[in-house]
């Protein structure tokens, strides 16, 4: 992990060596976020996600037709219904969508698996996020629906979802961070 104070403004060089003669394999991959607050949605030339977040009534399983609206005030408890859409510019082949979980926010389901709500993919549930693994994205509007429950209060960041080909991960994309209010 890169600290900020070993990192200057420009061209910056990672240098990989072994002292041996035995074969060197290795692999990199370069992640941030930037300190803007809040941070925005990000799209690239092939593909862009937006995320929005439903009440789900208890009673009923039912989820409402409206996302709701940001700072909207959740109590410790609720399931909420998370849909990720991915707009595709053409056809495209293995994407990945990668959604970081709310703090105090729990996923419903207990196991990964393939599911077949919304576009078909394969969804690997992790501590701090939800990675969908899709092995083709239609050209146009897709996608996946999950529902996460409020465990604790608290005024929390959603971090932003994001989206890649992961042949290509030049092309990526982001979503916007949302604040979320969970009461007692």
């Not at 409206?66 to 991915?86: D, F, N």
């Not at 959604?99 to 690997?124: L, M, Q, V, W």
């Not at 939800?130 to 959603?158: F, M, Q, W």
């Not at 979802?161 to 991960?169: D, H, K, N, S």
Request: hydrophobic content about 35%; glycine content about 4%.
């Amino acid at each position: 992990m890169a600290e900020d104070n070993k990192l200057k403004s420009g061209r910056n060089e990672l240098v990989i060596s072994t002292t041996d003669d035995a074969p060197l394999f290795y692999d990199a991959t370069w992640h941030y976020l930037s300190h803007e607050n809040p941070i925005t949605a990000e799209t690239c030339e092939l593909v862009s996600i937006t995320r929005a977040y439903y009440r789900v009534d208890s009673a009923t399983g039912k989820f409402s037709k409206a996302p709701m609206a940001e700072g909207e005030i959740l109590h410790a408890g609720e399931t909420i219904r998370v849909e990720l859409k991915l707009h595709a510019a053409q056809q495209l082949e293995y994407v990945l969508a990668q959604d970081f979980k709310p703090a105090g926010f729990e996923c419903t389901d207990i196991s990964s698996g393939y599911r077949n709500d919304g576009i078909p993919h394969y969804r690997e549930l992790h501590d701090e996020r939800v990675d969908c693994y899709i092995t083709h994205v239609p050209k146009g509007e897709s996608s996946i629906v999950y529902d996460l429950r409020a465990e604790h209060a608290g005024n929390v960041c959603a971090m932003p979802a994001r989206t890649e080909l992961m042949y290509a991960p030049d092309q990526a994309a982001n979503t916007r961070e949302q604040q979320i209010k969970v009461q007692r």
